[in-house]
């Protein structure tokens, strides 16, 4: 078999591989990448990405020590502490580094989560909108950066099985140019995106329908990453949860209603229910949480969001690319009726049950104002904390049928604060890292805190690289 040597393998040209690759060449290493896709522009989420650097949705570069806490809160613990100062630590140095690499940032909103958007941002529009703006920018810098350094990105690389000789990891096979072709290598980097778009994997982890899903990515991670590391002995965490939103079900056929906008202000605010009218989940803890919880279901193509026109009015117009008006403008499914009982024959719901959901829901909203969470006489607890209950009560009234969006996978391979990947015993897999959304154990947790995805990718590269660099 035809071998090449580097002194890094990387699996995977998104911005986890290219950060790794780069910050480990300017460190004086050779480094290569293998990316599975041939185009000059190949698609991954970082082409994709809205461009927001920012961690549990707060700015990136506040206080270590505030968002050490904020990621322990928002993960109910289940980062491990020193992961999550890893994170919370890594942000500020992340983005200077990357302004250091020629990368443009700029505010893209008054609010403190758009402090570091990547630029050009998108345009604010329904539909896929990446071509020339910031993760695409990112991307071609990043890549001409590391060819400067004299590294390399191979395209249609696709890495399909670790090499190991004595419990060590020394090098990649990848399918290339018809062929399979051995990198030997000091160290190998696995950055390959997750596995949202590997059925099999969705099934066994995510929802028992990810046929039922909407993919709201690049559509380029299969979890090649984590079956190899696994095959190597990789412990793997977090693997059933995922980053992503609740869409329109037309976002299915109509490409003008993914990956924005999302319908998450509007869930939020009023309630989710199934086929038969009933709430099934906690609207309060947001709109990731909701999405999980769909894809759960035994049908996620049995969900529609119920709310009244108060709503539709207010938080419905909430968010760069807001529901209203722009579900109206790309003709997406809107029921409307000035009476519950219309509204449930219209969207196909049960109608006694959705009147009696509604009821006991607004009554428990009004005998516990000011609470944080009140439980409807249905059980389902209603959190009120960041994202208000309101009441449905002002015609008319609104049903919008709901699919989950998968953006990617939020668990994977075990890694420790070098990115090194991790065995069950916590022992280190020499030679062997992860790094971005093919890394477990940075994001989820019971209440599937969403931690951040570019930060992720970034810190977790800039981790492994430096680790290699001093090894090697
Ligand atoms: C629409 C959208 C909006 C988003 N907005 C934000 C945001 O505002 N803020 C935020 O923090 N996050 C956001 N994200 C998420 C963020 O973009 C991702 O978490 C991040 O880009 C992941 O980077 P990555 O390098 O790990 O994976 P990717 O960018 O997906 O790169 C992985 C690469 O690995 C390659 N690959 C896969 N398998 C193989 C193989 N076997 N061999 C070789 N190559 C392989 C793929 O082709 C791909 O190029 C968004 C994502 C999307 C889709």
């Known amino acids: 078999m035809n071998t090449t040597s580097a002194d890094l393998i990387v699996i995977g040209g998104g911005i986890a591989g290219l950060v790794t690759a780069n910050r480990a060449a300017q460190l004086g290493l050779k480094a290569t990448v293998l990316e599975q896709g041939s185009a000059e522009k190949y698609l991954c989420n970082t082409r994709y990405t809205g461009g927001t650097f920012h961690l549990c949705l707060r700015e990136i570069t506040l206080d270590p020590e505030l968002l050490h806490k904020l990621i322990l809160e928002t993960t109910d613990g289940f980062v491990k502490d020193d992961l999550a100062r890893l994170m919370a630590h890594g942000g500020a140095k992340l983005i200077q580094w990357l302004q250091g690499e ?37 991307l071609r810098t990043l890549e001409s950066q590391l060819v400067k350094r004299g590294g390399t ?19 990649v096979v990848a399918h290339h140019d018809g062929a399979a ?3 030997r290598a000091r160290a190998v980097v696995v950055a390959d995106g997750g596995f949202q778009c590997n059925p099999e994997m969705m099934e066994k982890y995510v929802s028992k329908q990810p046929s039922r899903m909407k993919q709201r990515n690049g559509g380029t991670a299969f979890g090649d990453g984590m079956r190899m590391a696994q095959t190597l002995g990789a412990a793997i965490a977090g693997i059933d949860r995922f980053y992503g939103h609740v869409l329109s079900r037309d976002a299915l056929t109509n490409d003008m209603l993914w990956p924005y906008p999302y319908l998450d202000s509007l869930v939020t605010a009023g309630i989710v229910v199934d086929q038969d009218g009933k709430r099934y989940t906690d609207e309060g803890r947001g709109g990731v949480s ?20 108060t709503i539709w009015e207010g938080p419905g117009r909430n968010g760069l690319i807001a529901a209203n008006p722009h579900l109206l403008k790309e003709k997406a499914t809107l029921y409307e009726a000035s009476d519950l009982d219309t509204l449930a024959t219209q969207a196909g719901l049960n109608a006694a049950n959705l009147k009696s959901t509604i009821a006991t829901y607004n009554a428990a909203l009004s005998a516990n104002a000011g609470t944080t969470t009140v439980t409807p006489a249905d059980g389902i607890p209603r959190l009120s904390k960041k994202y208000k209950a309101m009441p449905i009560v002002k015609a008319p009234y609104y049903a919008v049928p709901m699919v989950s969006g998968i953006t990617y996978t939020m668990g994977g391979i075990v890694i420790n604060t070098h990115a090194q990947a991790l065995r069950k ?15 477990g154990g940075l994001e989820g947790g019971p209440q599937i805190g969403y931690v951040g995805g570019l930060a992720k990718s970034g810190i977790t590269g800039l981790a492994a690289a430096e680790h290699i660099a001093q090894r090697v």
């Open 181 to 183: 072709r051995e990198w």
């Open 425 to 439: 015993d916590g022992s280190v897999i020499e030679g062997l890292y992860a790094a971005g959304a093919a890394t």
């Open 102 to 138: 020629g990368i443009k940032f700029m505010r893209a909103s008054a609010s403190e989560y758009h402090k570091w958007v990547l630029a050009p941002p998108g345009r604010s529009r329904p539909g896929l909108d990446w071509e020339g703006r910031g993760g695409d920018v990112l």
């Open 153 to 171: 990105l191979v395209r249609g690389a696709k890495a399909q099985s670790l090499v190991s000789e004595n419990g060590k990891c020394v090098g």
């Open 290 to 309: 909701v999405a999980n919880a769909v894809a759960g279901l035994d049908d996620p193509l049995s969900s529609t969001c119920v709310f009244d026109q």
